[in-house]
């Protein structure tokens, strides 16, 4: 997936499997039936649908720029991105003043009144430093949205490869069916001529029944997965603006092969770069630290009034005064400068190895994935040689069905087992895509 761009200028999900309408012993629950042989193949080939709707990109683009939670992460960032200005102005300047109940004689005149300005001034680096911790934390947002976007990229990906299955098993069902019924009419013209049992043309009709509803099972199960999508796109249920029955434009086949990059490359993810955006906090705020114990200077100008003298004239009788002031604080108790960096230096290793067991992890889901793509590649081998012998099989028994109306239940069982393979097939397809969209999660 193509990195995307920063508006500002800057969902582990796995496939659900509960609720599927066919369980891995055997088609519709051990159902002893199936349709002819060729539709079967010619369906379990079959690798696209083709309906009027929204492409994958269309949707993850869609996704990108409509969905609440990335939205508020962008206005997080902004809102964090004007916190840097608070630190870049000088600390407000005081104005002080006082009188006298009694007035205070000096040689000049009795004093008045008092009036003061004073100015902090931080050291050189103590507003700039200040400042960098707050880009930096900003930073940190900028960060999981990044993070936001890939997961929720991946739940994208994965919930359209859900309905790409659902969709599959669906038009497998419904193009099975009118064989099905033809077959039903085959049994009953043989019970007519007392050459099958009822039995056989009952089993017949209960098996048409059990797929028109799992064809309704897997339609319900497909509007689970609109619901869901409704949520991931930020789309009021409601609303009826919703994305069209997919337009699968997707053939597990082609991820077949795949390309695994390096993991050494996964320094790149935003995954790890969470952990170096922490570090550069923390060396942010230790550089502030350090320049918070520099003295700070205060400039300061007062300016008293003082009234003349009656007993006596002086020179400069009743001349106000002016005195400039400064003023240093110098920060001799260190314990709180010390306690400070003792912390950040303990949460640099804490950060490190957190990163450490992240970088594992992607190693981990990576390798997982690499080898159920392993297994499942030899589970597709095992499913098509199985297919090809059952195939052989149906026909044998098929024949001697048409010819003598017998090895019925055979017939049935074989089918249901062609039927299942099928099924495995479309599911070790759907599998290896989905480890494949894993791998390509963790890597840059």
């Not at 669906?170 to 099958?196: F, G, H, Y």
Request: proline content about 4%.
């Amino acid at each position: 997936m193509k990195n995307r761009k920063w508006k500002l200028d800057m969902g582990t999900q796995s496939p659900e499997k509960k609720g599927r309408g066919f369980h891995r012993g055997g088609w519709l629950g051990k159902q002893r039936f199936g349709p002819a042989l060729l539709l079967v193949l010619g369906l379990i080939l079959g690798s696209t649908v083709t309906v009027q709707a929204q492409s994958l990109d269309t949707l993850i683009d869609r996704m990108l720029r409509d969905n609440p939670k990335l939205e508020s992460l962008r206005m997080d960032y902004e809102s964090a991105s004007y916190k840097e200005g608070e630190f870049k102005d000088l600390p407000d300047p005081m104005i002080s003043t006082g009188f006298f109940p009694l007035a205070v004689e000096s040689g000049m005149g009795p004093q008045q009144l008092q009036i003061g300005i004073s100015q902090t001034l931080p050291w050189n680096t103590v507003l700039q430093n200040r400042a960098q911790v707050a880009r930096e934390e900003a930073n940190l947002l900028k960060v999981k949205y990044h993070i936001a976007e890939k997961d929720l990229t991946l739940g994208v990906e994965q919930l359209y490869l859900q309905i790409w299955r659902v969709n599959e098993e669906i038009e497998l069902l419904k193009s099975r069916l009118p064989l099905i019924q033809a077959w039903n009419q085959v049994s009953l013209s043989k019970m007519s001529a007392n050459q099958v049992s009822a039995s056989d043309v009952l089993q017949i009709q209960v098996f048409i029944n059990e797929v028109e509803n799992a064809i309704k099972v897997l339609e319900n199960q497909k509007k689970s997965y609109r619901v869901r999508l409704h949520r991931i796109l930020g789309t009021d249920q409601s609303s009826g603006d919703a994305p069209n029955d997919m337009d699968i434009d997707l053939n597990p086949d082609t991820t077949l092969q795949r390309s695994v990059e390096s993991v050494d490359n996964s320094t790149q993810l935003p995954d790890l770069d969470w952990f170096d955006q922490q570090m550069q906090i923390s060396e942010a705020v230790l550089e502030r630290n350090t320049s918070e114990g520099f003295p700070t200077i205060g400039l300061g100008l007062e300016y008293t009034i003082v009234g003349k003298r009656k007993d006596v004239d002086v020179p400069y009788n009743g001349r106000d005064m002016i005195m400039p002031m400064l003023s240093v604080k110098i920060p001799i108790y260190r314990k709180k400068y010390d306690a400070v960096r003792q912390r950040e230096k303990a949460l640099q290793a804490s950060i490190h190895l957190k990163k450490r067991d992240k970088e594992l992890e992607i190693q981990e889901n990576i390798a997982l994935a690499e080898v159920n793509i392993e297994t499942e590649m030899e589970n597709l081998r095992i499913y098509n040689e199985q297919i090809e012998i059952l195939e052989r099989t149906v026909n044998m028994l098929y024949a001697e069905y048409s010819s003598e109306g017998s090895k019925f239940i055979e017939l049935l069982q074989m089918q249901n087992q062609l039927i299942d393979f099928a099924l495995k097939k479309l599911d070790a397809k759907v599998k290896i895509h989905n480890s494949n969209l894993i791998i390509k999660r963790w890597q840059p």
